[in-house]
């Protein structure tokens, strides 16, 4: 364990050190540092596992509005996917997935939700859109935490760059997925009253 902590520190003269934090044990920021990368790496691997099951659903999705909608909330997510990439690079680091469990857990509960649906066309649309909103709403908790952990560490250019990942993903919400939410619900409630 201490070799992958060291690996983990930043790099200074060959050395690698950690970042100073003011009032804080070398201990707990390494600690901090180690927590810190496995959750990028596990928001990376987040990211892919979105990216292979988007594609898988893409073109099943009969609606053009969410068509639009979906494709542009992908256009989002490769540029988290971008900035994940710059935060590793900030750090010395390439790259690497860690198994992300919360992530991996929503998609299998989507597979199972859209299988149920299969013959459906509109509920499984529906379904679709609550799983977007529950893989939303996992980024926006994940990426504003990280975001203040980078903040602590001192790295202000990650914690910008998750920042803007939360920002862009409450816009996405507030802008488009709330909308069609409402009214995939609403079309869907006054089918069955009629």
């Known amino acids: 364990?201490?070799?992958?902590?060291?690996?983990?520190?930043?790099?200074?003269?060959?050395?690698?050190?950690?970042?100073?934090?003011?009032?804080?044990?070398?201990?707990?920021?390494?600690?901090?540092?180690?927590?810190f990368l496995n959750s990028l790496q596990e928001m990376y691997d987040a990211e892919n596992l979105i990216e292979e099951e988007y594609s898988k659903v893409e073109n099943n999705i009969s609606s053009s509005d969410l068509h639009g909608i979906l494709t542009e909330h992908f256009?989002?997510?490769?540029?988290?996917?971008?900035?994940?990439?710059?935060?590793?690079?900030?750090?010395?680091?390439?790259?690497?997935?860690?198994?992300?469990?919360?992530i991996d857990a929503?998609?299998?509960?989507?597979?199972?939700?859209?299988?149920?649906?299969?013959?459906?066309?509109q509920n499984w649309e529906v379904a679709l859109v609550l799983v977007t909103q529950k893989l939303t709403y996992y980024k926006i908790a994940t990426y504003g935490g990280l975001a203040h952990l980078a903040i602590k560490l001192d790295y202000p250019k990650a914690a910008t760059l998750l920042a803007v990942c939360v920002?862009?993903?409450?816009?996405?919400?507030?802008?488009?997925?709330?909308?069609?939410?409402?009214?995939?619900?609403t079309s869907h409630i006054d089918v069955r009253k009629n």
């Open 1 to 35: 364990m201490v070799n992958s902590r060291k690996a983990l520190l930043m790099k200074k003269n060959n050395k690698r050190v950690a970042p100073v934090i003011k009032d804080m044990p070398l201990s707990s920021r390494s600690e901090l540092e180690i927590f």
């Open 75 to 102: 256009g989002i997510h490769l540029k988290h996917l971008s900035r994940l990439r710059k935060i590793f690079e900030f750090k010395g680091d390439l790259p690497e997935r860690k198994k992300c469990e919360a």
């Open 106 to 121: 929503i998609l299998c509960e989507a597979v199972n939700h859209l299988a149920h649906f299969a013959d459906d066309l």
């Open 167 to 185: 920002q862009e993903e409450e816009e996405f919400i507030a802008n488009h997925l709330n909308g069609i939410f409402n009214a995939y619900l």
